[in-house]
């Protein structure tokens, strides 16, 4: 029976609705479809048969491996290590009485600028010649670190290594940079959640300033944690625009042609680079279909595996 | 102050004798009761009640050497320490729910007891039955202090309605400002206070505050004489209580009937003076209800004075 409260609702959602199956829904499963189709032409919308021609062609290369292994980094080397230093942040922010307001806007800020802009600000700073970094460890009399350069890489595979090396550092400080600014604000509220009367029950009985954050801060804090976590892995396994501002369109330094920084967004957005010819906005598809499930699996697994560590009142 | 949550600004305190004026909270051995209970929500109410026992450095110790005296593993010392206080509070069926899961009375006495458990010097409570319904107020009420006789622990109990005041406590202090009023037991306080503000606070009735004058060691109520005394002559504030103001047929007050007023099984009837005060008294039920004139009689004890600052001078 549908009561008659329940037909106001759904009346109202009806544009919503439509918007969602319009412009989330249909292409959705449009892309899915798509994945399934060898040779497909965009502009005619033909193809040869359905298949599973473009997971091959995208499993066999190694360059959607390269996104992979970028990716995974991002997701789970960068995402952990901002996580931890938001909570200390979050922590000391929490402590302290004045400049409360004006130290939240500070870290903020990162959350409010261009991120193609912050990235060659940061690739700037990174420069092998004029950088700041490279000006700071001269004056300590450090030699200068070619951070972004490829020189020599394509001849030798060591060469080639230590500059991939290089080019991760840069674009974890700068992840680290991005991801603090939400997560130290979202931790922060998580913290605030925390009622003082918890603190000073355990504070009387004598409990230790260790023992107070193990046992009532990270427990009662721990769906705020959980949240970021999960989110962020998901933004994590989105990112793009962060390596292409650091590295360019070429995702890697100068003399570099194997697409050395490149994510599993840039391989889709790459191969639709080419999207006139056929079989283009097909492998594209195939790509996307595949990060989505990895991403749908990935926080399933979160759920079920965190779940149970995490409290809510 | 007594938590050491706060600084003094002068004074000391000593605990038995000992100053811990400048001791840190945790080395007190207090036992707090909050208004809010404070219990951990993500815990059960054993590990609730455990908590100090388990994560205080100094009582770890002192359960790690009496766990050696009596040759037992300190967790069997911990949970014998966590039945008995359950038992004394009455929540022992309960002990593997969490907060969330408990009526408020219920939070109350686990809290009670983790502030028990580590058998503190002093309990404190901080309006711990301010959030309980009118009925549960009084049971809980009852129960600390059946437990309180029970363990003989000294406690404080801070509250401002003055009821759980007068029958919880052993003895009262009234407060004003931060400025100590007086000290005594309830029924010192409340039949004889030091000063007019004392005798204000307390009472479900408002005590009547009445200009009389007193001229040649008579007091007069407009023209009534009330009593003799030996002070000097000049206008007085005295203060008569109204459950001891009685309507009879014989007594020192005459007045005119203006207002009667019904609390829920007693009858207070206003009556007005010849000198234009208002004066609140008990009404006698067996009476004539219809009568507009009124004789008071005044209680043995009963009628205070208090000089232009307020403070009491006499009282007969």
Redesign the interface.
Known sequence: MVKRRDYHAYIYLLPALFLMGVFVLYPVMNTILTSFKEGYRFLTGSFLLFSFENYRMILLDKIFYRAIINTSFIAFVCVPFSMLSALVTALLLNSIKRLKGFFMTLFYLPQVTNVIAAGMVFALIFNNHFGLINMLLVKVGINPVAWISGVGIAASTELYMASYLRCLFVLFVYMMWNGLSLKVILFLGGLQNI?E??Y?????????KW?IFR??TV??LSPTTFYVFITSVITAFKAYSQVVALFTTTYGPAGDNSKMMITVVGYIIDALGSYLSAGAVSVASAAAVLLMISIMFLTAVQFKILNRWV?Y? | MLAGIHDFTAGSLFFDGTDVTTLAPEKRKIGMVFQNYALYPHLTVKQNIEFPLVNSKSLSKQLREQAKNRRVKVRQLIEEKVDEVSRVVEISELLDRTPNELSGGQQQRVAIARALVKEPSILLLDEPLSNLDARLRVQTREEIRKIQERTGITTVFVTHDQEEAMNICSEIAIIKEGKLQQVGTPRQVYDRPCNLFVAQFLGSFLINTLTASIQEGRVFLGTNNIGSTHLPNGKYTIGIRPENIIQSEQGCLLGSLVASIRHAGIETGEALLDDGQIIQFVKNPTLDSEEAKVILRLKPGSVMVFDTHGKKVAQW
């Not at chain 1, 000073?200 to 230790?208: E, I, N, P, V």
């Open positions: 009622r009367d918890y000073l029950a355990a504070r009387l009985d004598g409990t230790s023992k046992k009532i427990p009662l409290h009142k």
